[in-house]
């Protein structure tokens, strides 16, 4: 079998640890892929002087297809989101995060929804500054966002097309356009044309992104498919991640039309790093899209399958999950059920 070229970012913290767990689980199971590892974030900024280093975007665009562990970013000052400057530089402008329940520890037991977030713009621009307040000239700052309209149709249309493909009934538009009337009007505007042209194949609704912040909470199976802007989408995707357990268990996808890098939405975890506690379920989910997203279904489906069940029989699990087990040891779990 030929195999697939793919690019293999350890990353920082509890990165290496839980693809070491990872990529004995994907060998273990005849992976279809050959790695090419590659270092970002602290651990390049460590070893070879910058966070994102020429080699690891050389791979990328070569391999076109990654799967990136958690990268730790400075907060406040510092270099820039590594995660954001690899969205950005590969175009990846669909962030999608699938949540369904497996734990089952009887407090949603029906969740099953995926968010589309936009991954380009909005907030995430970053576009910041200071200006004069009260005689102090960094006496007040602002923070500007845009979105466009081909933005705003591009992740709507990926929403619905997902919805088709995948047999899933109704994509929610989430929005403030009640008061960010230009940035979140517009985005809402747009979608709403892109939904029409899906009007008798997929319902649509709109929700306000505080209310859908309650529903998701009090009625979360009422949710499919979620498609918003990035912010929002940020939030609202760690929201629907507590709802089911928590980030071990949350995968994410970051999707272009050239380039797609697959990542578990959890970040470095640098209180547990080097202990062994680090849960690999969510790096192991991220990994499983990737196979769906190369055409491997059966084999996506058969490592979900090996997760769920170690997870409900709470077969050496990590402390996250309730058990006294560690990284390693629900990997060997994992293994033995593939
Ligand atoms: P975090 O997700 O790293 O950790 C939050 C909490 O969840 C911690 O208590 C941690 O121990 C726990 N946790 C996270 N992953 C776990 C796992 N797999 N198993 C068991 N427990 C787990 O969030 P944070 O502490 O806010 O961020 C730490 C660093 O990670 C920051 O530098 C942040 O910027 C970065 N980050 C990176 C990404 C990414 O690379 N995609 C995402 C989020 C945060």
Redesign the pocket.
Known sequence: MTKIQATLIP?????PE?TEAVTAILDHMGSPFEWDVQQA??TAFDTVGTPLPEATLDSIRKTKLAL????????GGGFK???LQLRQAFNLYANVRPTKTIKADGRYDNVDMVIFRENLEGYYISDEGYMEHNGDPEGKVFSTGYNTKEGAQRITRAAFEYALANGRKKVSIVHKANILKLLSGMFLEEARKIAKEYEGRVECDERIVDACAMQMVMYPDAFDVIVTTNLFGDILSDLAAGLVG???LAP?ANIGEDAAIF??????????AGQQ???????LMAAGLMLEHVGKPEDAQRLKKAVVDTVQAKDRV???LGGTGN?MSIAEAIMDRL
Do not use: Q, R
């Open positions: 990353g920082d913290g509890i990165g839980i974030g602290m990136k562990g958690p990268l730790t970013t400075p907060v989101s590594i995660n928590g980030l071990g994410g990542e578990a939405v959890h970040g470095s975890a640098p209180d547990i506690k680090a849960n690999p379920c969510a790096f990590t402390p996250d990284t």
